[in-house]
Structure formats: structure tokens, C-alpha cells
């Protein structure tokens, strides 16, 4: 099974940011939109771990929609992740409900991504919450989410900017925001 492993980090400078990513032959691509609509399982509240709980996405995406289940491991960050595409949002929304899921946050952003390696990149503007960059790998779930957290975590910090860390996913972060 493939565990999406990721880090991520609220940009205070998004020139600096684009500047050193540049420095490393980094070229993001032109700017997207993404509309997400995040569900939790029934009975699952913000106050709860998210560890171990699968929590599903319907994203709409120039004019595409994609279907996506994770479910955390070891952090809210190291997934368990599921993705495909669907023909119709609407009907999607309630098969996922009728499988036991609620509607928790939407969050919409726009998307600029890039890969170096095996490493993907992806600069977010993300409404209500501001703009974050995410380093990601896909990896098996055999392999330790703390500790490829850990290398990615190591490439963020050799770009010699500021950055702060969050362990916060977009939902929380925009439910905080919002709340």
C-alpha cells in the first residue's frame, strides 16, 4: 500500500521562498485551483487524534473531480491514501455521506507544484489560512512516516529561509481559522 509522507510550513516570504527554490533548479508549475470538500467518519470531532481514523476528500480540480480516503499512521501527516477519479462530485458526496462520513471543512486553494527526485513540492495559497509550501513523498507503508518526515524536514531547512512548521492539515488549519 502507498503512505503519502509529508511536511509542511507557513511562508512568511513567498519572493524568498520562489527565489531559493529557484537556487535548487525548481520551476513551479502555473497556478491551479483546487475546491475541497473534507469529510471525518461519523462520531470523529477536532478534539480527537486523527491517528488510525480514515477521513475521505471530494476535490474539484479544472473540472475534474478526484475521490481520496487517507488515513493517518503515525502523525496526521504520514497517510494511508487512496485516490481516484469520479465522473459526478454531487453523487460521490452522497455515497460518502451514506457510508458514514459528515462534511467537516471546504477548503479552496490555489496550487503551484514541482518535483526534484522523488520529492514533490507544492506552494499553497490557501483561503482563510495563508500560504504554505508541503514537501511530500510516496512511500510504503513499511517505511517509518517519523523518520522520512524527518529527511524532508532536513531539505526544508537547507533552502535557508523562514519557514514554521505546522503539524496541522489544511482542514484543521482553516476550521481554526473559521471557528
Known amino acids: 500500500m502507498a503512505q503519502e509522507i509529508e511536511v509542511k510550513y507557513r511562508v512568511r516570504d513567498l519572493v524568498a521562498l520562489e527565489e531559493a527554490l529557484a537556487r535548487r533548479g525548481v520551476i513551479l508549475s502555473p497556478p491551479v485551483r483546487q475546491d475541497d470538500q473534507a469529510y471525518a467518519e461519523n462520531g470523529?470531532?477536532?478534539?480527537?487524534s486523527k491517528i488510525g481514523v480514515t477521513f475521505a476528500r471530494l476535490r474539484t480540480q479544472r473540472g475534474r473531480y478526484l475521490f481520496t480516503i487517507k488515513r493517518p499512521l503515525d502523525n496526521a501527516m504520514a497517510c494511508l491514501e487512496h485516490e481516484t477519479e469520479i465522473a459526478d462530485r454531487?453523487?460521490?458526496?452522497?455515497?460518502?455521506?451514506?457510508?458514514?462520513?459528515?462534511p467537516t471543512v471546504r477548503i479552496v486553494k490555489t496550487r503551484r507544484s514541482a518535483t526534484l527526485g522523488d520529492m514533490a513540492i507544492c506552494v499553497d495559497e490557501v483561503e482563510h489560512a495563508g500560504v504554505f509550501i508541503e514537501f511530500e513523498r510516496t512511500t510504503s507503508d513499511q517505511e517509518p512516516g517519523t523518520a522520512v518526515q524527518d529527511e524532508l524536514d532536513t531539505f526544508a531547512r537547507s533552502l535557508g529561509i523562514e519557514?514554521?512548521?505546522?503539524?496541522d492539515t489544511y482542514d484543521s488549519l482553516v476550521r481554526a481559522v473559521l471557528a
Open 163 to 167: 519557514l514554521e512548521r505546522t503539524r
Open 90 to 102: 454531487e453523487q460521490m458526496h452522497h455515497a460518502i455521506v451514506a457510508m458514514g462520513f459528515h
Open 44 to 48: 470523529w470531532t477536532y478534539e480527537q
